[in-house]
């Protein structure tokens, strides 16, 4: 027994010394936690106002390793999330993700850096991503109050890399509503990826990105006859320091973007009318003011906005917006309290018949704790 420790001590030996000597390794991870009182009134619930508090480890907390070799690099990274499985991360009914223990994989991929690019293939975010708010509340800024980001914010993708110029192929979204297309939605088909492709300039002190997407599925009948549904997105993005002070600031527009998998608080899918598929069209904006106060805290106010028009409806549209106020105290490297205000305001949806529909509101309020470790 004591020889065959020392033989597989000597093999783990070996093991770690050619990992060490092939790439450089570094863990990481970050603790986080969520304090708020969230209020909902009953427009939102669509029943009556509703009262909780949110006291749990946030779905945010994280743990990864990236590899970093000559040509050859890669990272893994998982998270914990509150929702047992199948159910939707934000789910009030199972928060506490210390409770259930729930893992998920956010990102794993790997890249090879060719020469004249890098190719990289594996599961990371889109190019179809720009963080502009720093509210953590709803785990990804302003993202679905007119934001720039995926419901499902890291997909598999072939991406290849050219200095600034980025092209990615994504796996293909059919997403939609169970009625948005109508007798077409007994099947859906695919036949291309998504494609993304996103340009980046920086001009000291300020940063821009661009990004274009595009996606096509078929809505199949009971007589296998087939529609398409074809999605657009473009957004843009800017981000300017003025010594303590800062703006960052994204515009998109999207045809039939819930198809196309955005993250949105309003319908962007196309809906069946009439014979035929009508595009959903849709404006998004998300703003950012910070101030760094000193280099132990930075105050920020932001806002989102959502508008989407449907073609061949009427008067249909369906308006959001939220505001959030956050300072961030950094008490110690890596040790970061965030106070928050966001209030959430899913305005009012306008009928094909010209009524008007409140939807309500949502107000949340606390503490967003976080300690990164290496």
């Known amino acids: 027994m004591k020889k065959l420790i020392i033989i597989f001590a000597a093999l783990a030996m070996v093991a770690a010394f050619t990992a060490s000597a092939m790439a450089d390794v570094s863990l990481y991870g970050s603790a986080r936690f969520n304090t708020y009182n969230v209020h909902q009134d009953k427009e939102w619930t669509g029943t009556y106002s509703d009262n909780d508090t949110q006291w749990r480890m946030g779905n945010l907390s994280r743990f990864g390793a990236i590899f970093k070799g000559d040509t050859v690099s890669g990272r893994f990274e998982i998270d914990a999330r509150n929702g047992g499985a199948g159910q939707s991360p934000v789910d009030s009914n199972t928060d506490g993700a210390s409770g259930l223990g729930n ?162 608080n309003v319908d962007e899918n196309a809906t069946f009318v009439n014979g035929d598929f009508a595009d959903t069209k849709t404006i998004g904006l998300v703003g950012a003011l910070g101030y760094k106060v000193s280099d132990m805290i930075t105050l920020e106010a932001s806002a989102g906005y959502l508008k989407a028009d449907y073609d061949n409806q009427g008067s249909r549209d369906d308006t959001a917006r939220a505001y959030g106020f956050l300072a961030q105290i950094h008490l110690a490297p890596g040790v970061l309290i965030q106070p928050e205000v966001l209030i959430m305001d899913k305005d009012k949806a306008t009928l094909a018949n010209g009524t008007e529909v409140e939807q309500g509101k949502e107000t949340a309020i606390g503490v967003w704790w976080k300690i990164d470790f290496k």
């Open 103 to 264: 893992l998920r994989l956010r990102l794993l991929y790997g890249t090879w850096n060719f020469g004249s690019g890098q190719l990289l293939i594996g599961q990371n975010y889109p190019l179809y991503n720009f963080a502009i708010s720093h509210i953590a509340f709803t785990t990804g800024g302003l993202q679905n109050w007119g934001g720039v980001a995926y419901a499902n914010p890291r997909v598999s993708q072939i991406r290849f890399t050219f200095g600034d110029f980025k092209v990615a192929f994504i796996t293909p979204d059919n997403k939609h509503t169970a009625t948005s297309l109508g007798t077409y939605g007994v099947d859906t088909d695919t036949t291309l990826p998504k494609i993304e492709a996103e340009y980046d300039l920086k001009i000291d002190p300020m940063a821009f990105q661009l990004v274009g997407g595009w996606q096509s599925f078929d809505g199949v009948n009971a007589t296998d006859q087939s529609k398409s549904v074809t999605s657009w997105v473009v957004a843009g993005s800017g981000k300017v320091h003025f010594g303590p002070a800062y703006v960052n600031l994204a515009l998109s527009y999207r045809v039939n973007g819930g198809n196309y998998g955005v993250w949105t």
